[in-house]
């Protein structure tokens, strides 16, 4: 690493030090339903169509938000709705009025199957200002992943909707496009990349699949050469033009040390705010940090049994305290004070080092 991006580093440092010292609470997930309209297959959740988990009633996520205005020093807040496929409940509009309410920002991260016209309005009427879409290539590509043939139609119908919007009020309302990358569609990002272009995405985040629920039993990581490749690709994109002068905003996603690549690839050094600055609500009640933060080890109570804020300002301290991390590959590694082992969606539990070692991959 160059002095100058080590001199960086030094003050990042410094930075996440405080940051997790004061571990203010500003993003919250909220998995609204388990209930899913695809069958993707790297699905980290694995939703089905049914599912054995009700959907949260939304007065119990609005009595967890009630207890963080009344707790959380900041009051900065952003709420998250996810799933599962959040579109799938007739209630959003009527929650999204109350979340804007309570003075907090909300968005939706979506497959777009069910996103029409008259919904994307109702809304943003309803005071969300932020979406996220999914497409992982060109058609063929992108309903390879999602298992259905009309998955890739709908969510460009999405994608077109937000654009128009973005337009008209390019500082209240947000979106981005999210990619998951695998073998099969790793080939097509040149493609894909001028494609969203040509639709007027401003902002896309590239995000590997890590082996959890269904794409656990699926080949769909990526190898050393391919995951070099990738990284190339992002570098390359993120200083890329069109003929017609035209870019794209891309970042890589939050999954682990790049070495050589950190500020490369995305505009931040790795840092998991999982449990730092994020927290999660599951369809059970149950609280953990982002939702792909999953496994048992990492939940930290629930909300049917205590106060969300006595959870998030009491615990979470393995959350926070990664010094547990040191171990197996992980003990010796010159890089851990700036991996401190990858993010915690890569772990099963404290004992297992992190499924796969993002620098090792590129560096080594």
């Known amino acids: 690493m160059n002095p100058l991006i ?61 207890d963080i205005k009344s707790k959380n020093k900041s009051n900065k807040l952003t709420v998250c709705i996810t799933g ?80 128009e919007h973005q337009k008209k009020n390019p500082y209240s309302f947000a979106f981005d496009v999210i990619t998951c990358i695998h073998k099969k569609n790793l080939g097509t990002l040149n493609t894909l990349r001028d494609d969203l272009i040509e639709r007027g995405v401003r902002q896309w985040r590239i995000f590997s699949i890590f082996p959890e629920g269904r794409a656990e039993k699926n080949d769909l990581s990526l190898t050393k050469d391919e995951y070099i490749k990738l990284m190339e690709f992002i570098k390359e994109t993120r200083s890329y033009k069109d003929s017609y002068g035209r870019s794209i905003h891309l970042n890589y996603s939050c999954e682990g040390w790049l070495g050589k690549y950190e500020l490369k690839a995305r505009d931040f050094f790795f840092f998991c705010r999982g449990g730092i600055n994020v927290g999660s609500v599951m369809c059970d009640g149950s609280i953990s940090a982002c939702l792909s933060v999953r496994s048992k080890n990492f939940i930290q109570g629930n909300i049917y049994r205590e106060s969300f804020m006595d959870i998030w300002n009491n615990r979470f301290e393995i959350l926070r305290n990664r010094s547990w991390t040191k171990k197996g590959k992980c003990k010796n590694c010159r890089q851990w004070n700036k991996c401190l082992g990858n993010g915690l969606h890569l772990h099963h539990d404290m004992e297992s080092g992190p499924a796969h070692c993002n620098y090792e991959l590129l560096n080594k």
């Open 84 to 163: 599962g496929e959040p579109l799938l409940r007739d209630d959003l509009e009527s929650i999204g009025q109350q979340i804007k309410k309570r003075g907090f920002n909300w968005g939706i991260v979506t497959n777009a199957m069910l996103l029409t016209p008259e919904r994307f309005e109702s809304l943003v009427k309803s005071g969300m200002t932020s979406m996220s879409f999914s497409l992982d290539g060109p058609e063929k590509e992108h309903s390879y992943l999602r298992v259905n043939p009309l998955s890739y139609k709908k969510v460009c119908e999405g994608i077109k909707l937000a654009v």
């Open 6 to 66: 080590s001199f960086k580093h030094l003050i990042f440092s410094i930075y996440r030090k405080n940051v997790v010292k004061k571990h203010e609470l500003n993003y919250l997930f909220w998995e609204c339903t388990l209930r899913c309209n695809l069958n993707c297959l790297h699905c980290g959740s694995d939703c089905l169509k049914t599912s054995d988990t009700p959907d949260m009633k939304a007065q119990d996520f609005l009595n967890v938000l009630d």
